[in-house]
């Protein structure tokens, strides 16, 4: 028979470690949330860069375009003598077909005439303004000059004499009516110092 030997060992004590659970290290989860924050930024990026062709698509679609086109008005001549043939029906390229008539026209009227206002003007003419001065003299329109027998003109448009020269110039009356209707005389310029 065979024998068995039983050894006994004293009882030990053996205690389960205390299970804890494992922490992932800093780095890892750093890691994970930069890769979940890159995965939302791809998901924004796609979803603005899907709205922004679709408003690019949408503007071009409706997008049109008018143009208008004006013409220019040109004048054209053209001389060509054209023949009026009289009652023929054939005429060639340089002739037309057509008729003579002859229409006489009257018109009467009857105009009344009323009594009519007479308006006097004053007198124009022309004078030779002569300056014995060394310097050039400018005269302005509306100057004064008095005739021999005291009729007053006035010189129409500003003027300017060179020294030791003659110039002519338009004149009219001051006051209207024939008083201003003088014949060829002298003229003298009033308050035109002579220094």
């Known amino acids: 028979m065979s024998e068995t030997k039983t050894k006994k060992i004293p009882s030990q004590r053996i205690e389960q470690p205390e299970i804890i659970p494992a922490r992932p290290s800093n780095k890892k989860v750093g890691k994970s949330k930069n890769i979940g924050m890159l995965y939302k930024v791809i998901a924004l990026s796609f979803v603005a860069l899907t709205l ?4 690019v698509v949408l503007f071009i679609s ?8 004006v013409p220019k008005d040109i004048d054209v001549s053209a001389e060509e003598n054209i023949e009026i043939l009289l009652d023929q029906d054939s005429p060639n390229e340089l ?9 006489n026209v009257e018109l009467t009227d009857i105009f009344n005439v009323s009594e009519g206002e007479t308006k006097d003007a004053p007198a124009v003419g022309w004078i030779t303004i002569v ?11 509306t100057t004064r000059f008095l005739s021999t027998n005291n009729v007053l003109f006035r010189l129409k448009n500003t003027v300017t004499i060179p020294a030791g020269e003659k110039v002519t110039a338009e004149i009219y009356a001051d006051q209207p009516g024939i008083a201003g209707e003088i014949g060829p005389t002298k003229f003298t310029i009033p308050g035109l110092r002579t220094e």
């Open 52 to 55: 922004v062709l679709s408003l």
């Open 131 to 141: 300056n014995n001065y060394s310097k050039s003299q400018p005269l302005i329109a």
């Open 62 to 69: 409706s997008a049109k375009t008018t143009i208008t086109i």
């Open 95 to 103: 002739q037309i077909s057509g008729k003579l008539l002859e229409t």
